[in-house]
């Protein structure tokens, strides 16, 4: 009898023990679900309180917390660190990796490459696919360590062997490219489509555009169209001008300027100059939209902010067609000026144009062969109209000295110095 008393004793002083540990487990499991579900407070209210107990875990999701920010909890970097810290002060990987990140982007700490890359160290040496990613990422772009795609390709694939998402598409976009040794088209297809079911948006775009551009597979517009639509809806610009694209040329399916104009809008609010200047074609074509020049205007002034040299041009349009606006040839070569300066095949070959026959500038012959010679380097086939017939009708405009001086222009140009004209 008292050897059973003796056992039960014992049995219920270890559950007494484990009990604790299990609850308190869940509760940092519970903590996670809450974290991850967006809802922060509920997040802190559990976590908070395991983290003032010393406990790691917690203290890493603490300063995630306050990383992210969110929910009724401030965003702040100088609290995120400090809890980061004390979970790597015990060598938690995720502590471990989360100094790693405020190290890399200068968050709370002084950016320091190299002690950010011995965090991922440390924090990928324990398994911790994060920071897996992080040491190829790093080695890729030559942060923190010299630079190197074969331990780049290492790296990602120690996370991506793990199902990490991002490492699986780095390491296809290594694998696609030959980097770091030789190319695996057929793996890097099954990563990205790995990388894709999991919802990670890059990789649904570039399945997207390899079927659209028939890279690494059969061209397929319809299949384009499906990929680009699940990484547009959940807000990844490229892939939301690549669908308004589609929808916009009636690839992979039926011709929609009205739906080509939404996808443009979305990518154009996100900041994506391409789809601004797409917003403003449409508008100066009437194409999904009322035609409204002054709205096109706006859209391609956008895209100008950002230095995209096709808005300068369609600017220099409007002023030089009188679109929406009296015709103002000076303006419109002052904009087509500023297109040239970045080398914008078209905007050259209309101030060659302007300098051959005077408009709103001194006639040069001299400036007009070599900028017509500049925008034919420059061009893509078909991009310019007739672009031999006019130069050679410019060169018959000069003097063999002058010919000589235009092509010494053209060449300096073509060499990258200043655009300097008269």
């Known amino acids: 009898m008292a050897g059973k008393t003796k056992r039960s004793w014992i049995g219920r002083t270890i559950l007494a023990a484990i009990m604790p540990m299990a609850a308190q487990a869940q509760t940092i499991q519970d903590g996670l679900a809450a974290f991850e579900q967006g809802n922060y407070a509920h997040a802190l209210e559990l976590l908070l309180p395991l983290a003032e107990k010393g406990d790691a875990q917690a203290q890493c999701q603490m300063g995630r917390l306050y990383y992210r920010g969110g929910d009724g909890i401030p965003q702040n970097f100088n609290n995120s660190v400090e809890w980061a810290q004390k979970s790597a002060e015990q060598n938690n990987p995720c502590g471990l990796n989360s100094m790693g990140v405020s190290y890399r982007f200068g968050q709370g700490v002084d950016a320091d490459a190299k002690t950010a890359f011995d965090y991922f160290t440390r924090a990928a040496a324990q398994g911790f696919d994060k920071a897996q990613f992080s040491l190829g990422n790093m080695h890729e772009l030559g942060e923190g360590t010299p630079q190197s795609d074969a331990e780049a390709r290492a790296w990602y694939r120690k996370a991506a062997d793990q199902g990490y998402a991002m490492g699986r598409y780095r390491l296809a976009v290594l694998l696609l490219e030959g980097r770091g040794g030789a190319a695996a088209p057929k793996e890097a297809q099954q990563l990205l489509r790995a990388s894709a079911a999991q919802g990670l948006a890059e990789a649904q775009y570039s399945l997207g555009w390899m079927s659209d551009h028939g890279i690494g597979v059969k061209q397929d517009y319809g299949e384009a169209l499906d990929w680009y639509r699940l990484a547009a809806d959940q807000g990844y610009p490229a892939a939301q001008i690549s669908l308004g694209n589609l929808y916009a040329d009636g690839l992979g399916t039926s011709q929609d300027d009205e739906k080509a104009v939404g996808w443009y809008y979305e990518a154009a609010r996100n900041g994506v100059p391409a789809a601004q200047v797409n917003m403003g ?84 012959p001299v400036a007009a062969w070599a900028l017509q010679h500049t925008a034919m380097a420059y061009a893509a086939d078909g991009e310019l109209d007739a672009p031999e017939e006019r130069l050679m009708q410019m060169g018959q405009r000069l003097a063999p000295q002058q010919k000589g001086e235009a092509k010494a222009l053209a060449q300096s140009w073509q060499n990258g110095e200043e655009l300097v004209l008269p």
Do not use: C, T
């Open 281 to 364: 074609k449409h508008y100066a074509l009437g194409r999904g939209v009322q035609q409204d020049f002054d709205e096109a205007m706006v859209w391609y002034q956008q895209a100008a902010e950002y230095g995209e040299p096709v808005a300068y041009l369609n600017v220099g349009l409007l002023y030089e067609n009188g679109q929406g606006r009296p015709a103002n040839p000076a303006e419109a070569a002052r904009w087509y000026h500023a297109a040239a300066e970045r080398r914008e095949p078209r905007s050259l070959a209309k101030l060659a144009h302007f300098y051959a026959e005077g408009i709103s500038v001194k006639r040069d």
